[in-house]
C-alpha cells in the first residue's frame, strides 16, 4: 500500500505542475501538450484511486479478522484458566474444573481435542458403556464439536454392565 500510496502523491504533484503550465501558457502548442498530458495524469490518478480504495479494503479486512481473534485468544485465556488437564482412570486425557464451586455440584470435563485448538467443549454422556483396555467397563462420552468419544468413568465391579436383551412392546 505504500507503494501505491507514493505513486498516487507523485502523480497528483504532477497534474500540480501541468495546471500552473496550463495557468501560465501563451502559446497553443504549449497549452495542448500540457492538456494532454494532464487528461493521462487524471486517468493515472482514477486508477490509482480504486487501486487504493481496493487495498484500504482489503486491509480493513484483516484488521477486523485479527481483531476478532485476538478477542477470541483472549476469551480462551480467560475461560482456559479455569480447568487443569486431567488423565481420567480410563486413561483418557481430559480437562476438568480446577476446583467445583459447589461440592453438591458435579464437575463436567472438556475435549481435549478441542482444547488444543483453543475451544472449549463439554463433553456429554452418550449412555453407551464400552470395556476399557483393561477389560473394566467405562462410560462413553462424546465432543459434540469434533466428534471425538472418551472413556470416562470406570463403573463400579458391581454395577458391570450386562447387555440386556431389547423387550418387545405389547409383550407376547
Ligand atoms: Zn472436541
Known amino acids: 500500500m505504500f507503494a501505491e500510496t507514493t505513486a498516487a502523491i507523485t502523480a497528483a504533484k504532477e ?8 495557468k501560465d501558457a501563451r502559446e497553443q502548442s504549449v497549452i495542448d501538450k500540457a492538456t494532454g498530458e494532464l487528461h493521462e495524469k487524471i486517468t493515472e490518478l482514477q486508477m490509482l ?3 487504493l480504495a481496493s487495498l484500504y479494503h482489503a486491509e480493513k479486512q484483516v484488521t477486523m479478522q485479527l481483531t476478532e481473534e485476538n478477542a477470541q485468544i483472549k476469551m480462551f485465556a480467560l475461560q482456559s484458566s479455569q480447568y487443569e488437564i486431567h488423565t481420567m482412570e ?3 486425557t481430559v480437562y476438568r474444573l480446577k476446583a467445583v464451586p459447589d461440592p453438591d ?3 463436567h470435563y472438556l475435549c481435549a481435542n478441542c ?3 483453543r475451544e472449549i467443549s463439554i463433553l456429554q454422556p452418550t449412555g ?3 470395556a476399557d483396555s483393561a477389560s473394566n467397563y467405562c462410560k462413553q462420552s462424546l465432543c459434540p ?11 463400579p ?3 458391570k454392565y450386562i447387555p440386556q436383551p431389547i423387550s418387545r412392546k405389547g409383550g407376547w
Not at 500540480?16 to 503550465?21: E, I, N
Not at 464439536?145 to 463403573?155: I, K, P, Q, V
Open 128 to 130: 453407551k458403556v464400552i
Open 105 to 107: 455440584m458435579k464437575t
Open 49 to 51: 484511486n480504486a487501486e
Open 145 to 155: 464439536a469434533c466428534g471425538t468419544t472418551f472413556l470416562m468413568h470406570r463403573l
Open 15 to 22: 497534474a500540480y505542475a501541468l495546471v500552473k503550465v496550463l
Open 90 to 92: 480410563s486413561g483418557s
Open 157 to 159: 465391579k458391581k454395577e
Open 115 to 117: 482444547y488444543q485448538k
